[in-house]
């Protein structure tokens, strides 16, 4: 698996299963969530623009397989599924891509593919999400049917939705999952992105929820700065929590605010850059991180399997990639031609005077 971190980088392997652990089929939609951002880039010509117009086409016509019935890839996101109401996450991590890459997983599809692609995604209706961040999955999913289908359930949408924003925010741009507060990254797997696709997509149906996407995006860009410098001088950050094996996933809160373009802009975007880099390279390169035929093992640094989680089949470890959002902004964004720079925990042990670190009060 390969993971170049500037311009001349290659994507990552679309591989998804490895030995010791169960294999589990449906796990690519995390996959196509992660790199979604990249293909939609759409082909160049020059190295990476061939490769993003190979892996746009590979991503695709996985999808269409995945989803037509008969197939001998189709994934059933119904009750059929011996996993149960874990196909409502990987619908959910189906509906993200979609959103993300539309000209590239949406567009090129006929009728029939597409219809095929929809009934997917109703399909995992049928599935009750618990009460924490699954909530914002049949969310995902919605917004997603809404865009493509102009087909929606309000009320699968809207209570998650204002559970978190009105709810279960916990304050300085963190949210509880559900009720409770635990120390992890789902603010980063999940709560922050989804939210703002999902507030997105409001915002151009005109529904009211989009009220909130002002401060949603707000949170999100102190959890990003929160997440920046979390990064330690040399390039490694707390691996605290659930879900601990999706390594560099739980910088997801701080890439996709880059995506979006919403960095702070106390933030030099040279060395958030350099911050990244540095920690994808310590964890893709540590010994251990790959098995002898290539498939990431469990760990967040090498191979750990103490480490997993019981609902960490092989293939859900290349969530991970959603860590790589920023890798959608095109070569000549800023965010690639700012200089480099030192992010702010080198600047700190440095000894250089930086601005005291300020919560973000009174959003609620």
Known sequence: MRIAL???????RLRCRGPRLPRGRAYPRRTLAGVAPWIELGPSD????RLRARFGDLARRTLIN????????FMDFGPARQAGNQALVEAAYLAQALLRAPKTLWEPLNPEQRANVLAALRTSRQHKPWDNNWLLFPAIVESALWTYADDFQPDRMVGGVNKFVREWYRGDGTYGDGSEVYWDYYNSYVMHPMLLDILTVCRAKGHPLAEHYDRTLVRAQRYAAVLERLISPEGTFPVVGRSSTYRF??????THIILIDKLPDYIAPGGARGAINAVVRRMIEAPGT???QGWLEAGAVGR?????????????LYITLIGLSHLGLPPDAPFWTAPAAPWTQQRIWAGEDVPADRPLKHHR
């Open 66 to 73: 995945a989803t037509t019935p008969g197939a001998k890839d």
């Open 6 to 12: 500037d311009r001349r980088r290659q994507p990552a």
């Open 249 to 254: 996933g739980g910088l997801q809160g701080l």
């Open 46 to 49: 020059d190295t990476e623009g």
């Open 304 to 316: 750990q399997l103490a480490m997993r989680d019981h609902y960490n089949n092989s293939g859900a």
């Open 290 to 292: 790959f098995d002898a």
